[in-house]
């Protein structure tokens, strides 16, 4: 029988829900005497105290001696019969034990050798400690503080919603008035504690009405009238949280003689500055399962086996390997299951296809899985590590301990999919595959889900449930031929029904019938894989297509990525956004395109195989090679009809497809590198082939935004320029990446794209190329520390620029180089090259360029200590950077002056510019540079003889470096720690 007690309000009692008649008040304060102290002695002169504290009555030992004889009566397991509880008691249903106790802290009855017992000791009440609310409450907050926010806000609110008012409401002695003061402050500390969790999860706006409250009772409670502060600023009500602030000042200053503590004033400056960090940042919730399957039959089996398996306890992540061959329902089978079990997963779903047999590119490297795990789950793109170990780790840290749901799509082998497999064994994983990937079964213990095309019965209900029981019926012979020409795959299957649906007029066995026209046509679609009359069926949908529309998807057959935008669709086909639009609707209701996100669509990769192997006709715009379409524009493509053509066919129409592809790519990412870099000199790019419709960009945010998007497919677009011989696209290509990449810590894919670049460049002896290569590929080996490597790249990019004559390029491998020195404590020989591009930059008429170079001279002179000699350059930089609106620029030359006068004991003035350049730099989404510049102010304070404002501004720098990942941060730490 479950027993359960409470102290946090009225001392009650309950028995499997129903209220214990307690007896008087003295007799319920003996029993919160023992309760506070459960399971350990108590002893006479104790309890005696704790009952009547200094005036105990004359037998007050018997008296105790009846209070303790009629408590162990009472809760006696004979006394816990329904007619012996009162009804008078407490027994409102928040108070059932069901409310009273979270899932993971059962409740429990006294234990079996329970009940009040007397020893040499004292008295002791023997229960389990989760069954009194106090101890149960104390327990939830040691778990909430050692877990992650999600959880740790969760068990707050558990632990929180067992006070049912003032403790031992109704009874008053001084031992319990002391203690009850006590619990309350335990309370409030766990209230504030779980505000603190709440404005991390971004929840200030439903925080703010109780803060408000909290906040009028204890008026004089800096941390919380802190949140109360920090919550209605978040609420846009910047005014009323400055008010807030003045009117606890001027209440200190009155009542106590005090200033608000550093920590309020601290955020009081942050508000004045408004800095970006005060904005909410919430822990998201990952959401990245594709829409489930329109229509799912069959797989019974499979589905009670995964429920089986998912189900399973054991001390290891559970992972289910589906295998089987394409177009067997692999996928839909995986995504059928999350979504119909997406409660089991509250703190979120993981998704990537991997790749693993994309006929058009290559599979996705973990790394790249990892990398885009990391974004979804909120890591900031500068707090990523360097190198898979790495990055795993962190992957395999945020998810540790979370109900979480990770599906790995189209894996190639165990290797690709070990570095994505979670620690925690809280986590499930679903693994799909063409392969059987033992090493995964034997590594890892995942459990095998073999997946076989449909058995007669399954494509029968599959097909019912897609054409209709009335159609199936009146054809039962059409069914039966369509069935088996589509093998029983799932794919084949919903092609039909898509075809038969388009057409609800025509007779199936028409479409039986030309499907089984088809039949010598068939062979292996994939290596060692028969897929029965998948062919048949993709060139019987195919040929059902519009000429327009048949040529866009032939074209999508060669596309490269692993899916692609309306815009650059258009381009490919040489079509405006209208008509292309119009196409890629017929190929979706055709189901031989999928939009699974509004606005960019895939196809699944047997299909973009079968639309490769299709014929273009020829034309009269047939290009020698390659190369040819990387110089001189070449002639609009409008004349294929969409027949087939024979075995003999020229590839000109799908080379100058592709062409206009990458120049849509390229166009649009050099606008939008330009646009978050306004230091850069544009490219002279050849003029886009005609047909081609690069993407208008406004702003800043959009060109960010747009290459968060587009970042992987342009990584592909790299290598797919490179493969194809075209060699400045690639190298231009790469270019246009630099900045972005660099920003994001993407160094490894800088590398990778400039390195592809420089293959190809070097082979077609295109020297400008190289040196731009070298170049690129130096910036990523600097950030990777590799600085021998990107000394040898710059060098040999100095000396092509220097025989091409290209004065810019020249200039910005010597700001490279200066960098190097000034890592490898160099600084006389950085202050030369700055000085030598310098003066390049300012011969040939390039603010942007000189503010660049000012700045790099200024700070150089800084760390020489020659602060006087420094503050010209900084500002003329800083004046430079602020007339062309550039605001990185700004904030490092702000940065540079700020440091200058913090040296020369103008804090005021140093203060200022070091709060501006941390804003900039947090706008422009520059952590490691705030980080830096931020431990400049802690310094600024140390040296102001402001010592806790600079510990405190030291700590807000270290917690930047160690989510960066960053070396700096031993040192800070031990410089904290000194």
């Not at 234990?111 to 009440?125: C, D, E, F, T």
């Not at 006929?359 to 990523?384: I, N, Q």
């Amino acid at each position: 029988m479950g027993v359960e007690f409470g102290i946090l309000g009225e001392v009650s009692a309950w028995a499997d829900g129903r209220p214990i008649n307690l007896g008087p008040a003295r007799q319920r304060c003996v029993l919160a005497a023992l309760l506070v102290d459960a399971n350990h002695p108590v002893s006479l002169d104790q309890l005696t105290d704790r009952v009547w504290g200094d005036a105990p009555p004359q037998r007050a030992a018997g008296t105790l001696h009846s209070y303790l004889s009629r408590l162990r009566s009472v809760l006696s397991p004979s006394a816990l019969s329904p007619s012996a509880l009162s009804p008078s008691a407490l027994s409102p249903s928040a108070l059932s034990p069901s409310a009273l106790s979270p899932s993971a802290l059962s409740p429990s009855a006294l234990s079996p050798s329970g009940g009040i017992h007397r020893s040499a000791a004292g008295y002791l009440l023997r229960v389990r400690e989760e069954a009194v609310d106090l101890h149960r409450f104390r327990a939830l907050l040691a778990r909430a503080r050692a877990s992650d926010d999600l959880e740790a806000a969760r068990l707050y609110e558990v632990a929180l919603g067992l006070w049912r008012g003032e403790p031992f409401a109704g009874l008053d002695t001084p031992w319990l008035a002391a203690l009850r003061h006590t619990l309350q402050t335990e309370h409030l500390s766990a209230w504030l504690d779980h505000h603190d969790v709440q404005l991390r999860l971004g929840r200030h706006a439903e925080l703010l009405p109780e803060l408000a409250v909290l906040a009028d009772r204890h008026p004089l409670d800096e941390r919380l009238v802190g949140q109360l502060i920090l919550a209605l600023y978040r609420n846009g009500r910047q005014a009323e949280a400055l008010d807030r602030y003045e009117r606890t000042r001027r209440r200190l200053a009155d009542e106590l003689g005090a200033d608000p503590g550093p920590g309020l004033r601290r955020l009081h400056l942050r508000m004045l500055s408004a800095e970006t960090t005060l904005a909410p940042r919430p822990v998201p919730v990952p959401r990245q399962l594709p829409q489930p399957p329109p229509s799912f039959a069959g797989r019974s089996r499979e589905l009670a086996a995964l429920d089986r398996i998912m189900a399973a306890p054991g001390d290891t992540v559970v992972i289910s390997a589906i295998g089987g061959t394409g177009g067997v329902g692999k996928t839909w089978l995986a995504l059928h299951w999350a979504h119909a079990n997406l409660p089991r997963f509250p703190d979120g779903q993981l998704y990537v296809n991997l790749r693993g047999f994309d006929p058009s590119d290559a599979p996705m490297p973990p790394e790249t899985a990892v990398r885009g795990f990391l974004d979804a789950l909120g890591v900031d793109a500068a707090a990523v590590p360097v190198g898979l170990e790495a990055q795993a780790a962190l992957y395999r840290s945020l998810v540790a301990g979370k109900r979480m749901l990770i599906v790995l799509d189209n894996a190639r082998d165990t290797d690709q999919v070990t570095p994505l497999l979670p620690g925690s064994p809280s986590c499930a994983v679903l693994v799909t595959s063409r392969r059987l990937l033992p090493g995964l079964i034997t590594g890892h213990g995942a459990r095998p889900i073999p997946l076989d095309a449909f058995d007669p019965e399954e494509a029968r209900q599959a097909i019912t449930g897609l054409l209709g029981e009335e159609r199936v019926r009146a054809e039962p012979d059409a069914v039966a031929d369509l069935l088996d020409r589509c093998g029983g795959l799932p794919l084949a299957l919903g092609i039909v029904a898509a075809r038969a649906r388009m057409h609800p007029g025509f007779p199936l066995a028409v479409l039986a019938g030309q499907l089984r026209e088809d039949s010598s046509r068939l062979d292996l679609l994939d290596a060692g894989e028969q897929t029965a009359s998948l062919r048949a069926v993709f060139s019987w949908s195919y040929r059902a297509l519009t000429p327009p529309a048949a040529r866009l998807f032939r074209l999508l057959g060669s596309a490269f990525g692993t899916d692609l935008g309306g815009a650059a669709a258009a381009s490919l086909a040489g079509l405006t956004g209208g008509e292309v639009r119009v196409l890629l609707g017929e190929l979706v209701r055709a189901h031989l395109v999928t939009e699974n996100v509004a606005g960019r669509f895939t196809m699944h990769d047997l299909l973009r195989a079968y639309a490769a192997e299709q014929h273009l006709p020829t034309t009269t715009a047939v290009h020698a090679d390659s190369a040819a379409l990387d110089g001189p524009s070449t002639p609009a493509v409008h004349t294929d009809s969409g027949a087939l053509d024979g075995p003999g066919f020229l590839s000109d129409q799908r080379r100058a497809a592709t062409c206009r592809l990458l120049d849509h790519y390229l166009h649009t990412a050099h606008a939008a590198a330009l646009i978050i870099n306004r230091s850069r000199q544009p490219l002279t790019l050849d003029e886009p082939q005609p047909g081609t419709s690069p993407a208008h960009l406004a702003d800043h945010d959009q060109a960010m935004e747009w290459f968060a998007t587009e970042h992987p497919t342009l990584l592909a677009a790299v290598r797919h320029a490179a493969d194809a011989g075209l060699g400045t696209r690639a190298w231009q290509l790469g270019w246009t990446l630099s900045d972005y990449l660099d920003r994001q810590g993407r160094w490894l894919d800088l590398l990778a794209a400039h390195s592809a670049a420089l293959d190809v460049t070097r082979r077609q002896a295109d020297r400008f190329g190289e040196a731009q290569s070298h170049a690129g590929a130096s910036r990523a080996l600097i950030r990777l520390g590799r600085l021998d490597d990107a000394r040898a790249d710059l060098e040999r990019a100095i000396a092509l620029f220097t025989e091409l004559g290209d004065r810019d390029g020249r200039t910005r491998a010597h700001l490279g180089l200066g960098f190097i020195h000034q890592k490898q404590d160099r600084p006389r020989a950085a202050l030369e090259e700055f000085h030598q591009a310098l003066t390049l930059h300012r011969e040939a008429g390039n603010e942007a360029g000189a503010a660049l170079f000012l700045n790099s001279i200024g700070y150089q002179l800084v760390l020489l200590g020659e602060y006087e000699e420094a503050i010209p350059y900084c500002q003329e930089a800083l004046d430079l950077h602020a007339k062309l609106g550039y605001r990185h620029g700004q904030a490092s030359a702000g940065d540079s002056l700020a440091y200058a006068y913090h040296h020369l004991g103008r804090f005021a003035e140093a203060a200022e510019l070091y709060r501006r350049s941390i804003g900039l730099f947090q706008e422009v989404g520059d952590r490691w540079h705030e980080a830096d510049t931020t431990v400049h102010l802690g310094e600024m304070y140390d040296a102001a003889g402001d010592r806790a404002a600079a510990l405190d501004t030291f700590r807000r720098a270290l917690e930047l470096l160690e989510q960066l990942n960053h070396p700096d941060a031993d040192r800070l730490r031990a410089r904290l720690a000194g």
